[in-house]
């Protein structure tokens, strides 16, 4: 159980170009998502919160104009990079958490994005 | 702030060889402390939550433990397959966002 399943795996593409990512819960609810941002040999940097038909929460720094969060349902959540450029490139995973108190968060196994 | 250090950064095991990371943490208050595993390429894998000091988790060759100031997390007897990097988290007492360690890497050898 607990599965979270996120779209596409990999991508690339040119500098100037949006990009979505979906992360879904496959076998519960997600009340709550979570959007990481991991670089090379470092840990999880937490970009944003978002709550099902609410507004993601940006942490400090995270430009909430450049990475668009979208949490329409309860399975899905997609995070937009608009106009990515080069610097955008980085792995990113999602996570979610259900309705249940002390759950665990459930991670996807992450998009690799090349911006060239 | 909550902070989170992990130490070593970088592991090198024998097979069978084990040893203990740890985990260091400064909160203002902790509801949950997690372990996960994360594989090259691959999104963190959920291995335990520890709530309170002195308890202790087990799964398979891997113990977790807690004090009021540090998580261990044993690897007894490691195999190659248990190569990977380990994370731990906190988790306020308000709310669900997790504050992440930078990781130990773990490599075991045959």
């Known amino acids: 159980g607990a599965v979270v399943s996120q779209h596409p795996s990999w991508v690339i593409c040119k500098s100037g170009t949006s990009v979505k990512i979906e992360c879904r819960s496959l076998d519960f609810q997600a009340t709550t998502m979570f959007w990481y941002r991991q670089f090379p040999k470092q840990s999880l940097m937490l970009m944003a919160t978002?709550?099902?038909?609410?507004?993601?929460?940006?942490e400090q720094g995270v430009e909430k104009d450049k990475f668009l969060i979208n949490h329409a349902s309860l399975t899905l959540s997609t995070l937009t990079v608009t106009s990515a450029h080069p610097e955008d490139s980085s792995f990113y995973i999602c996570?979610?958490?259900?309705?249940?108190?002390?759950?665990?968060?459930?991670f996807g196994d992450g998009t690799r994005l090349s911006i060239l | 702030e909550d902070q989170v250090t992990q130490s070593p950064e970088a592991l090198r095991l024998q097979e069978g060889e084990s040893s203990s990371l740890n985990c260091s943490y400064t909160v203002s208050g902790l509801r949950g402390l997690f372990w996960y595993r994360q594989d090259p390429g691959k999104g963190p894998e959920f291995l335990f939550t520890?709530?309170?000091a002195g308890e202790e988790k087990e799964k398979e060759r891997l113990k977790a433990t807690l004090t009021k100031k540090e998580s261990f997390l044993h690897i007894t007897a490691p195999k190659p397959e248990d190569s990977a990097t380990y994370l731990c988290a906190v988790q306020p007492p308000a709310g669900n966002k997790l504050t992440f360690g930078g990781g130990t890497r773990v490599l075991v050898k045959p």
């Open positions: 978002s709550n099902e038909g609410s507004k993601a929460t940006y």
């Open positions: 996570s979610a958490i259900g309705d249940l108190r002390n759950q665990p968060q459930h």
């Open positions: 520890l709530y309170s």
